[in-house]
């Protein structure tokens, strides 16, 4: 009797567990801000202020801090963060090192000033085929999200779609994105990501509440010439990436 009660308590305390762990807390993220300045050149803290907010925003939706890595390109400003360097061979060796320890997908978020060569990573440019061949390396066939905010970004969805994945960009290959001035707290996008993210539910939920953010917010600023976000749904995505609600 004793053991029969022992063992029922242990297969409890096990489904509390995986429950208390969250639905992502065997997968890899990365969240990259990819510069320190505003449109105008000055400096402003509106990609660090992303990079810093949507790192909470995973941890909250089920993702594990510790498998959840940030990276600036001013990481000394932040040193109680663990901030890491926005070059191109740390986030490389970053994904890969948190794919290695985990078995779920992965996710990468990048927010930066863009354009039609690629993301700004401080004075250097993150191709697609580069941003591709790093979570290729990583990722490979894993399920994984990948979230790109920038001017013109959508010049990376070509590069990065395939049956596992969905990929969500800021603009249209030949569009700006906005809301990066001085005294900006986010971007319009990642703005919409702070409202969304814990309330969508799911990636593809998720991705059609940001279109409609955006949407709205550009109609209120009156915008001259929309972003147009892209929102790319792999095949297999959706039954291979889990929800948090």
């Not at 702070?194 to 409609?212: H, I, N, S, T």
Request: with cysteine.
């Amino acid at each position: 009797m004793r053991l029969a009660v022992f063992v029922a308590a242990l297969a409890v305390a096990s489904s509390v567990a995986r429950a208390a762990a969250g639905p992502f807390s065997d997968w890899a993220a990365i969240v990259v801000a990819g510069d320190w300045r505003a449109d105008s050149g000055a400096p402003s803290e509106v990609f660090d202020n992303a990079r810093r907010d949507i790192a909470g925003q995973l941890v909250g939706i089920g993702f594990s801090p510790d498998n959840v890595e940030q990276f600036s390109v001013r990481p000394e400003r932040y040193p109680a963060a663990g901030v890491q360097p926005s070059t191109p061979k740390d986030i490389s060796n970053g994904l890969w090192d948190l794919s290695n320890r985990t078995s779920g997908g992965c996710l990468a978020y990048f927010t930066s000033h863009g354009s039609r060569d690629g993301i700004a990573l401080g004075e250097a440019t993150l191709s697609p085929v580069q941003m591709a061949r790093i979570v290729d390396n990583s990722c490979g066939g894993r399920p994984t999200v990948v979230v790109v905010s920038a001017c013109f970004s959508g010049v990376f969805v070509a590069a990065l779609e395939g049956p596992d994945r969905i990929v969500l960009t800021a603009a249209a290959a030949d569009r700006t994105s906005f809301g990066c001035g001085e005294t900006d707290k986010y971007t319009y996008f990642d703005a919409c990501t702070m409202q969304w993210l814990k309330r969508a539910g799911d990636f593809p939920d998720f991705g059609k509440d940001m279109l409609a953010c955006i949407t709205a917010r550009e109609k209120k600023e009156k915008v001259d010439l929309p972003s147009d976000p892209q929102f790319v749904v792999g095949a297999n995505a959706p039954g291979e990436i889990p929800r948090w609600k």
